[in-house]
């Protein structure tokens, strides 16, 4: 067995796949794309922002062709399907600078690493923007796409090669590998680039910062679901209250019509003093 540094963090993750060598093979066995990079960047943003968020990308490399973007995200968040279309479209709208050409340059794929699992409990999910006919034949356009990777589900079902990569990220995630479980070679590199012992002090201050982070948000986003479950049963209550009322006053409303009816005062009289229509009291008088 072998003692590494989880790769829920950032930090960790970042710190094995900004490899070039790794990036490049994760991207071909996910993406079946031969990426031509010496270099990816981390942390990458662009200035100006796009919209109205500073999105921020893990992991950013791009060839003459393609635009990969890779994030993990730990915090299991109700709206990371959102998120990252954001994110994704940013990396496409950036390219676009005349409305003469909407174009992009490079065909945008992005890479998300859910490593706390999703409420859907699903391995892999695709979302593809390529236009299809309605007999579902793609149309060669728009080939960008998002690639959703759950390693909590990962099954023998899992197709390969997404299998061995989702196994040996989930088995990171306590701290301790069995490195004789995989046979990629650069899974191998992964283990070695996270061994415990190659942590710095930097690097380890970080996941400390991170998991810190990680519980906090967790714990706004908990506390944001339980006062939203306060609120709907308070207003539950507080409407059901305010109904039971009018329905109490109407009620009301008819038995001192009935009561005035039976005294023969005018319909005017009552509609006046109970507020209900001329109709309605003219319907009760027949009962």
């Known amino acids: 067995m072998k003692q590494v540094a989880s790769l829920r963090y950032g930090v960790i993750f970042k710190k094995a796949f900004c490899d070039p060598v790794i990036f490049k093979g994760f991207v071909k066995d996910i993406l079946n794309i031969e990426l031509e ?22 992991l950013f490399a791009e060839d003459e062709k393609n635009r990969l973007v890779v994030d993990i995200q730990h915090v299991r968040y109700g709206d990371h399907y959102d998120r990252f279309l954001h994110y994704h479209c940013v990396a496409i709208l950036e390219q676009v600078a005349k409305a003469e050409d909407y174009r992009p340059r490079l065909q945008v794929y992005t890479i998300v690493v859910l490593t706390s699992g999703d409420k859907h409990k699903t391995d892999v999910a695709i979302s593809d923007f390529t236009p299809r006919d309605l007999q579902g034949n793609a149309l060669e356009e728009t080939e960008h796409k998002i690639i959703y990777l759950c390693p909590k589900y990962v099954t023998d079902e899992t197709p390969e090669p997404y299998r061995e990569w989702l196994r040996a990220i989930n088995d990171t995630l306590d701290g301790e590998v069995d490195e004789s479980q995989y046979s990629h070679a650069l899974i191998q590199q992964v283990f070695d680039h996270i061994e415990q012992d190659k942590v710095s002090p930097q690097e380890r201050a970080r996941m ?4 810190g982070q990680a ?3 967790q714990e706004k986003f908990e506390k944001g679901k ?8 308070a207003e539950g209550k507080i409407e059901g209250k305010a109904e039971g009322k009018i329905e109490g006053k109407a009620e009301g409303k008819v038995e001192i ?15 006046e003093v109970t507020g209900l229509p001329i109709a309605e009291i003219e319907q009760l008088a027949l009962k």
């Not at 400390?208 to 998991?211: I, L, M, N, Q, V």
């Not at 339980?226 to 049963?233: L, M």
């Not at 019509?257 to 509609?271: E, V, W």
């Open 257 to 271: 019509a009935q009561a005035m009816l039976q005294k023969g005062m005018a319909l005017d009289l009552i509609s």
């Open 226 to 233: 339980a006062e939203g479950k306060a609120e709907g049963k």
């Open 37 to 58: 990079i010496d270099h990816v960047e981390t942390e990458k943003s662009f200035s100006p922002p796009i919209g109205r968020v500073d999105a921020r990308f893990d």
């Open 208 to 211: 400390f910062d991170e998991h």
């Open 215 to 217: 519980l906090l948000r």
